[in-house]
C-alpha cells in the first residue's frame, strides 16, 4: 500500500441523515443469518427510538425490547424482489424488530407499497444485486425521494454491494456484466464507491485505476466484505468490522490508497479469527 497522507473527506451540504455502507457480509452471506454488523444495526434502530437514550432494560436485552421493537424494512429491489432473500431477512431480524418489506415488484404476499411507508421506518436495509436496475426502479417510483425524506428524519439507512454502492454519486458495478463505472447514483454521498474491495477478482486495481483516469470520482470508498462505514450528514465518521482483517479505504484522486481508519475510529462490533 502506498505511503498514507492527509485525505480529505468533506462533508455534503445537501443530505443529512445517517447512512451505513457494507462491502458485503451481513445475513446476505452468513450461513446462520448471525451479523455483529446487523446487530450493531438494530441496536442504532432501537437507540432512535429511545430518542438516543439508553435504559437499563434495553441495555440488557442488547435491542431495546423495554420500549418496544425498531421498525426495520428491507428494500430487496436489487435482487428484483427475491423471494428467498427476503424470507433470509425476515428469519433473521423478526425476532428483534417488526419487519417490513417495500417490494416494488408487487411480490406475494408482501405486494406492492407506497414507498411512502419508508416514512415511518427506524432502519432501511437495502439489499444487494444490481446497483443499475435498483436506481432505475427507485426513479422511476419516487423511492429516492422519500430515502432522503426519511433519512432528514431519523431513519438510519443501510445497504449491502448494491445497497451500499446507491448512496454515492457513482460506484464500481457489475450490473452489466464485466466491472465497469456507473456514474449514476443517488449522490446523497460524495465520490464513489467500491464494495467487496478484496473479497473479488479485479475489484481493487479497476476501482484505483478508473478513480486515477477520472472515470470515476473521487474520493472514493473502498470496503472489504464484513466491514462497513458510517456516514453522518454525508461525512464518513467511523468504520464497522465483524471479521479480523476487514478494512475500509479512501482511494484518492490518484488512485493512492489510505485507510479509512486515518480518518476516524474504527469499532470492532465482533472480531473473529
Known amino acids: 500500500m502506498d505511503a498514507p497522507s492527509a485525505v480529505s473527506i468533506s462533508e455534503s451540504t445537501a443530505f443529512r441523515g445517517t447512512i451505513v455502507a457494507l462491502g458485503g457480509g451481513g445475513f446476505s452471506v452468513s450461513e446462520t443469518g448471525e451479523s455483529a454488523i446487523d446487530d450493531e444495526l438494530v441496536r442504532m434502530a432501537a437507540r432512535r427510538i429511545r430518542g438516543g437514550a439508553e435504559d437499563e432494560a434495553g441495555a440488557q436485552s442488547g435491542f431495546g425490547a423495554s420500549v418496544g421493537l425498531p421498525n ?8 428484483g424482489d427475491s423471494r428467498d432473500y427476503i424470507e433470509r431477512f425476515e428469519a433473521t431480524f423478526e425476532a428483534r424488530a417488526r419487519t417490513h418489506v417495500l417490494s416494488l415488484f408487487g ?23 444490481s446497483t443499475a436496475n435498483l436506481l432505475s426502479l427507485w ?24 445497497g451500499a454502492n446507491c448512496w454515492f454519486a457513482a460506484s464500481s458495478t457489475d450490473s452489466f456484466g464485466p466491472l465497469a463505472p456507473l456514474n449514476d447514483g443517488l449522490g446523497f ?3 464513489s464507491a467500491c464494495p467487496h474491495f478484496h473479497g473479488e477478482p479485479g475489484r481493487k486495481e479497476s476501482f484505483r485505476e478508473w478513480i486515477a483516469q477520472g472515470r470515476l470520482p473521487g474520493p472514493g470508498i473502498a470496503i472489504d466484505d464484513h466491514a462497513a462505514v458510517v456516514y453522518v450528514d454525508g461525512a ?5 468490522v465483524e471479521s479480523a482483517g476487514a478494512q475500509a479505504f479512501v482511494v484518492d484522486t490518484g488512485g493512492r490508497l489510505h485507510n479509512l481508519d486515518e480518518q476516524g475510529p474504527v469499532a470492532s462490533v465482533s472480531q473473529d479469527g
Do not use: K
Not at 426495520?72 to 435482487?79: E, G, H, L, N, R
Not at 411480490?107 to 444485486?129: F, R
Open 72 to 79: 426495520v424494512c428491507f428494500v430487496p429491489t436489487a435482487s
Open 107 to 129: 411480490q406475494s404476499p408482501w405486494d406492492y407499497q407506497d414507498p411512502a411507508m419508508l416514512l415511518d421506518m427506524d432502519l432501511i436495509y437495502v439489499g444487494g444485486g
Open 139 to 162: 426513479r422511476r417510483h419516487g423511492v429516492d425521494q422519500r430515502m432522503r425524506e426519511a433519512a432528514a428524519g431519523g431513519t438510519i439507512l443501510a445497504g449491502i454491494s448494491a
Open 189 to 191: 454521498l460524495r465520490g
Open 236 to 240: 464518513a465518521t467511523s468504520v464497522m
